[in-house]
């Protein structure tokens, strides 16, 4: 599944991503490498983009960005 | 203490992620004596000062780098930190130490560019600020293996509060002596990015311990209600209606002063100045000319004081965040929104803001269509028009046609605007939408300091325009309105003068001359190049159903758009003195005949148009001084002019043609 398929408050970690890009290059220096834990903490009031916890701190992603990451929920 | 002696002043560098309180160290260091300018060729603002030590006499500069999350980098700011840190950016020197700052509660992610500029080689200094705050929430940092396993020299700050300053003050000249350079046990400059991110988990899991349970901090709690899908939109307009309408009220009493100091100081300078032409140049030139512009500096410094206010707060993030799907409808970023909404008070300051877009092509669109935004220099305009010509009637007995133009004018702007930046992200300045990935940094209490200090910063830059681009396009539409000028209609003035003087009484003579003085003042401005300017455009902006007088008035209102009612009042001969609620002005302007048709000059079509015309014309100097040089050559404001003046054109000439099809005059 990929990070766009969570819901508000569930968490995941970061398997891989699908493609590649600059932007994945960046999600990565940001800390979010394979092995990461994330948190999908909200979605922006129009539904898009999504605000996600990283290693203690808030990030915001668009949605079709982070279709590109492949992710496993944690129960 | 004995300090290696080199020819050019040492240079230490601050180096840290965006919002871990650089700049609040730079701010305690330097005590607040800095200088700002832009890096060469790009618009990365370089920041330094001088750095106070204890034991050493020689002068050691202080540069404060912009945030980097890199040195890998993607935007101009990271470029710039690369080149600083390999000692390749010119004007700048290679730094003899590096401070590197990390936020203690965002510890794990900062070690990422922390070990990228240990590898680099320059000797160090970590300072983990924020330290209180961590440690408040029970994280635990154990500083002496920190040392041990990085091989750094490490501080701990608060410095907000200024806690650790003055350690960090002697590190730094110990430092300096020293040169001792980073040790750190691993090279990492093989490692790909994922295997430097398992080193600083292993690293972070012998020297940090996280708290045991996540505190939900009050951060949390404030974007509960800030990002909320409801009360999230309620707070972002309570907050844009609160900084609009301050900047309203709170600048106005400030510009009207200003707005009398330039013309006190006119006065002033008309009386030491020989009349003529010197004295033309500078009282009407230069001074009227510059303090245009400068009236708009309340407006501007206010507009800058809220920016950084909202955004050392966290909440410029926020309403980037909340705006982002709206702004990508138009193809721009959510960063784009705030430079968007500044730009109704001034686009200025709208433009400078856009500094914060990372991608070149988002950045350029949201530039072009700032102007759009209905700025305040606009309101004269609009309320001299409809004063004189829209009626008072109401539309179904509820909404008055006044306001009901006034609001089409600022509706026209958006769509005008959001069009445009649509069109050129699909033509112009094509590209794939650039990625919105934003911090959100958590909240926190703005430092009155700091905000002064970026308003202040940024307000000099507007200063220092308007005292040179902006002083040099005042002297050139002062020859334009002034010259050339005409012996006729002096002399025949004069002698009409003469006659006065023998025919009428002390104040039926004062009152002609006043009138006289005024007639000759709009004669000459007919005469002038100007003046000739509007008769050779007047077939041009005929279709508008503009006459030459108001082509006269679109030529010098590029001054700024305000001025269009002070030249209208010389045209009509009411004196420059008149503002937009002259009753003077207006009754002069609705009595204005065609001379041939004997039909009046202005109607409520004609007064429409004249509005969209200026919603859509880029009538402002100042906006070209500054795209100039935040674009960094002419090709870009050239071409602003061109498409505004087309797009202003076309809504004229639409609106009039329009309007006579529908049977109004």
Known sequence: ???SDLQVKEKAVVQGFQGESLLQERLMELG???????????????????EI???????????????QILVDRLS | MAIPVSSSPLTVALIGNPNVGKTTIFNALTGLRHNTANYPGVTVEKRWGSLKLKNTVEPVELIDLPGAYSLNPQSPDEEIVRNVLFGNQTGTTKPDLVVMVVDANNFNRNLYLTLQVMAVGLPMILVLNMWDEAMQSGKKINLAKLRAELGVVAVTTEASLGVGIELLRTAIETGLVSQSKPNLRHDISKMKTTERYQLIDRLASQMVTEPAEEVRTISHKIDDVLTHPILGWLVFVVVMGVIFQSIFSWATPLMDLISKGVEELGKLAAAFLPAGPLESLVVDGVIAGVGNVIVFVPQIFLLFFFIAFFED????????FVLDRVMKK????????????????????????????PDK????????????????????????????????GRFLGIFGYKGVTLFSMYFLSIFAGLGMATLFRKTLLKGTLSPFLLELPPYRV?????????????????????????????????FLVSYPKSDAVKTHYQNLRQQAAQSLQADDFKNKIVVLNHEEAGEQLKKSFAGRLGRVIEPVIRPLGFDWKIGIGLVSSFAAREVLVSTLAIIYNVGDDANENSKDLIAALRKAKDPVTNKPVYTPLIAIGIMVFF??????????????RETGGWGWPLFMISYMTFLAWMGAFLVHQGGKLLGFE
Do not use: H
Request: net charge positive; glycine share 6%; proline share 6%.
């Open chain 1, 1 to 3: 599944m990929f990070l």
């Open chain 1, 32 to 50: 979010v490498v394979p092995g990461t834990t994330i948190l999908l903490k909200r979605f922006a009031p129009l539904g898009d983009p999504i």
């Open chain 1, 53 to 67: 916890i990283v290693r203690g701190y808030s990030l915001s992603i668009r949605k079709e960005d982070a279709k």
């Open chain 2, 313 to 320: 707060f966290g909440y410029m993030a926020r309403a980037a």
């Open chain 2, 330 to 357: 138009v193809g721009l970023n959510g960063k784009a929104f705030l430079p968007l909404l500044s730009s109704f008070a001034c686009a200025i300051p709208g433009i400078m803001a856009t500094r914060t877009i």
């Open chain 2, 361 to 392: 092509n988002d950045r350029l669109a949201t530039i072009l269509v700032a102007p759009l935004m209905s700025c305040s220099a606009r309101l004269p305009v609009y309320a001299l028009m409809i004063g004189a010509f829209i009626p008072d």
């Open chain 2, 446 to 478: 703005p430092r009155l300091q700091n905000v002064m200090l970026v308003m202040w910063d940024r307000g000099k830059e507007f200063i220092k325009n308007a005292g040179t681009t902006i002083f040099m396009l005042s002297i050139i539409l002062w």
């Open chain 2, 615 to 628: 919603v859509l014309a880029c009538q402002c100097m100042s906006t070209v001084a500054i795209v100039r």
